[in-house]
């Protein structure tokens, strides 16, 4: 007998009539299905700003912010995901420039006044002048539509007794409306180098070889010189007489044509004026090595805005310097020719181990990595929490050396060198004249071996104490007094100066910020710096 469950089948019928219902009556009452999150990923670059990375980490954020939300529309407060494939731009900043450059004048001096004590009394400064005062006053007048901010280098003589008339330069910011005093530090070349050359180049004219003389022997017979004449007392007397205003010690390269065996020449002497009368002397311009036909420097030895300046350069650089190690920059300065003034600029290079390019190291150098972004949501926004990946570069200055030896003088006196007041054998920080870490395994063997620590110690050994040690100094000392701000997910590369030891030359090793320690650790053993 089959039997029929009438009420069971009464109760699904009014079951289903109220779902449909409550659907159609009721449906925004319905709750939204949320789930928490943990999601690895990879970013799909469609924020990236024109640049094609982030350079800050509020674009960062902002990004990501939208590309997660689109992908996750539904998600609970507590929910984490992890981006990869972030580029974004680290940078190490530049070394601070002016805003503005200015040299003084001989009428700025005078307008500063000329009674006995003033600037414009013998146009320069002294020690009893009030060089701040000035130069403040000065940039108000000069500068007043400069905005706040901004920074000017102002370049002045200055006379001290016994040491004559040097040139000097400080620098003012304008702040509030009135300029104060800063400290720009100047970038130091491994390697300075003024190009030699004469300040003045002359060919002899028709006229000239006339005002010689025109009898027979003498230059202006047939307006050139040859193997029976003195040519040194000839151009000794005329540059006498041409040159009789230039210093005691300028440098005059003449050309002149000269007959031997039926043929004429161009040949050059160098002449120097001495405290009575002018001398030829041996010298080698730099600038007649780069050719001296019209349009090349050695013409007149000077580059003018028609020259591939950098090409001459990098080329003189590469011969003048065939071991330079590679990282090193060389500073040049040449003479530069322009509407009718030559002056003395600079320019700075680096060598790469195969050639010398142009380097600027005002300009602050992005180096783009991949990172990635850890984020969390708290209901309504995503937020970033850390950004992983990448590094900073610091190279360590003649200030940071000095601060290792004030350091270890105040914390382990012991160590302290009994040789010199700016050396220290606990770090190995020599500063003053060496600006280096002192890694002579004997010195601190023989000398400094505190307690007998270094006591059968092979030459290994103690390379890893000093390792260890120079890693502790940067991470206490050199990274917190120079990093205002520390990033937990960067690297920064600490580049030193070592002498002795393993070899010497520059180093770099790797650090993090710990946030949970607040402190700095070494991630790296030392390498030899790029």
């Known amino acids: 007998m089959k039997k029929i469950n009438i009420f069971g089948l009464l109760v699904a019928l009014l079951c289903l009539a109220g779902c449909d219902y409550n659907e159609d009556n009721f449906g925004e009452l319905s709750p939204t299905i949320t789930d928490k999150v943990t999601a690895e990923l990879a970013y799909d670059g469609s924020k990236y700003p024109a640049a094609g ?165 003498e230059p202006g017979k047939f307006k050139n010189f040859d193997s029976s004449m003195n040519v040194d007392q000839y151009l000794a007397t005329f540059c006498t007489t041409k040159y009789a205003s230039s210093a005691v010690g300028s440098i005059v390269c003449v050309t002149y044509k000269y007959y031997a065996a039926g043929v004429t020449t161009d040949q050059f002497k160098y002449l120097k004026k001495m405290p009575a009368t002018w001398t030829v002397i041996d010298f080698i311009s730099d600038y007649r090595a780069m050719g ?106 003649p200030a940071d050396y000095a601060e290792l030896v004030a350091w270890v003088k105040k914390n382990k006196p012991e160590y302290a060198s009994t040789n010199s007041p700016t050396e220290e054998f606990y770090f190995g920080a020599a500063a003053g004249t060496y600006n280096n870490i002192n890694n002579n395994y004997n010195t601190w063997r023989n000398y400094y071996n505190i307690g007998g620590a270094y006591t059968g110690k092979s030459d290994g050994d103690m390379q890893v104490i000093m390792d260890t040690r120079i890693a502790e100094g940067i991470a206490v000392v050199i990274l917190p007094k120079n990093i205002a701000t520390p990033d937990p997910g960067i690297s920064y590369v600490v580049t030193y100066a070592v002498y002795g030891g393993r070899a010497t030359g520059n180093y770099s090793m790797n650090f993090m910020f710990n946030q949970d320690t607040n402190k700095y650790e070494r991630v790296s053993d030392p390498v030899t710096a790029k």
């Open 53 to 217: 990375y982030f350079s800050d980490k509020t674009a960062v954020e902002t990004a990501m912010n939208d590309f997660l939300k689109k992908k996750y529309t539904f998600c609970e407060a507590g929910s984490t995901a992890k981006v990869s494939d972030v580029l974004f731009g680290d940078v190490t900043p530049g070394f601070a420039a002016a805003d503005a450059k200015y040299t003084l004048t001989d009428d700025d001096y005078v307008a500063m006044g000329t009674d006995a004590g003033q600037p414009g009394k013998y146009k320069n400064f002294d020690a009893n002048m009030d060089i701040d005062a000035y130069l403040e006053a000065f940039c108000t007048t000069k500068y007043a539509s400069m905005a706040n901010g901004k920074v000017v280098s102002i370049t002045y003589k200055f006379y001290a007794s016994g040491a004559g008339t040097t040139t000097q330069v400080r620098s003012y910011k304008k702040e509030g409306g009135n300029w104060v005093p800063v400290q720009l530090q100047a970038y130091a070349a491994d390697i300075n180098y003024v190009m030699v050359g004469a300040d003045t180049n002359y060919s002899l004219k028709d006229d000239d070889y006339v005002s010689m003389g025109t009898g027979a022997g």
């Open 292 to 397: 001296t036909e019209s349009g090349r420097p050695g013409r007149y030895d000077n580059f003018d805005a028609n020259m591939d300046i950098d090409l001459y350069l990098t080329t003189f650089l590469k011969q003048k310097y065939p071991y330079t190690a590679a990282g090193k920059t060389a500073e040049v300065t040449y003479k530069y020719y322009a509407s009718g003034v030559t002056s003395a600029p600079s320019r700075i290079y680096k060598y790469d181990g195969g050639v010398w390019t142009a380097f600027n190291p005002y300009a602050d150098v992005v180096a783009v990595s991949a990172k990635i972004a850890e984020m969390a949501y708290d209901g309504k926004v995503w937020t970033l929490k850390r950004l992983l990946g990448g590094s900073t570069g610091y190279k360590l200055e």
